[in-house]
């Protein structure tokens, strides 16, 4: 990927809420996974405009494989579907489409969906897409520490190259900014552990098929209203005299007297 690709915002989304979507409306699950795919349509449509140029889609998780066989039969054969029907729309709009996770387990009809859309949209340069199909972090981890030497030193770049060729995308994909979930679930379920060490977390009450442009804009000006330190302090804070700090919280966040003492 050309870094100027990665100067923009790479956001991660966990689509939770198809189910309760459905359920809702007195709908089968597999209906909410359906609307789903068009919330998938509306949100790569928006990204670009808002500076998001990495896109990253919690699709299917390893976990997964252990909902009804019907189910996961339904989520795979929409997937396919949705990669040979937004393939070329893919290419027209400067869109990349790559597959993150293990392949192993994949059917060979999916995978060749996957390896015709990544080869027909790998010159798109507007927005890296990645769907997160069969996909844990943890076991990315694992498999890139794995490629490690006992005598190997490696620091924190060079890891996360690591991880993302161990789960098939681009070595020079960024970390992420903004991670969101929508449905109200609060938990990151496994979803780039070590990519969102400092992103900026987002929870909504919104159900995935109902996501749109304008959820994923609002989403992207709360990030943008945020202040990210990376563990320092603003230039305000470092120079504001120590009883002005001593009163406000600890660094886990408990209320402190005015000696700092949680009470």
């Known amino acids: 990927m050309d870094r100027a690709m990665s100067g923009g915002l790479h956001v991660g989304l966990i689509m939770d809420g198809n189910g309760r979507w459905a359920r809702a409306r007195g709908l089968p699950r597999t209906e909410g996974h359906r609307r789903g795919a068009d919330a998938v349509r509306r949100a790569v449509e928006a990204a670009p405009e808002l500076g998001i140029t990495t896109l990253t889609l919690y699709a299917f998780s390893a976990d997964n494989w252990r909902r009804p066989a019907a189910e996961v039969s339904t989520l795979m054969r929409l997937l396919e579907s949705f990669l040979a029907r937004e393939c070329a729309n893919c290419r027209r709009h400067g869109v990349r489409l790559a597959l993150i996770g293990r392949r192993d387990r994949l059917s060979p009809e999916l995978i060749r969906a996957i390896q015709t859309a990544e080869r027909t949209t790998r010159a798109g340069a507007r927005l890296y897409l990645r769907l997160a199909v069969d996909y844990s972090a943890r076991a990315a981890i694992l498999v890139a520490a794995a490629t490690l030497r006992s005598d190997e030193r490696c620091d924190e770049d060079g890891f996360l190259r690591r991880i993302n060729r161990a789960c098939h ?95």
Do not use: H, K, M
């Open 169 to 263: 995308s681009d070595p020079e994909t960024p970390p992420v900014d903004l991670l969101i979930r929508t449905s109200g679930e609060q938990r990151l379920s496994d979803f780039l552990l070590f990519e969102s060490a400092y992103a900026e977390l987002l929870f909504l009450e919104t159900l995935w098929p109902d996501f749109d442009g304008e959820d994923l804009r609002r989403a992207v000006e709360a990030f943008r209203r945020r202040e990210r330190r990376y563990g320092g302090l603003t230039a305000d804070q470092a120079i504001a005299p120590p009883s002005s700090r001593s009163s406000s919280t600890t660094s886990i966040g408990f209320p402190c007297n005015s000696s700092g003492v949680s009470p």
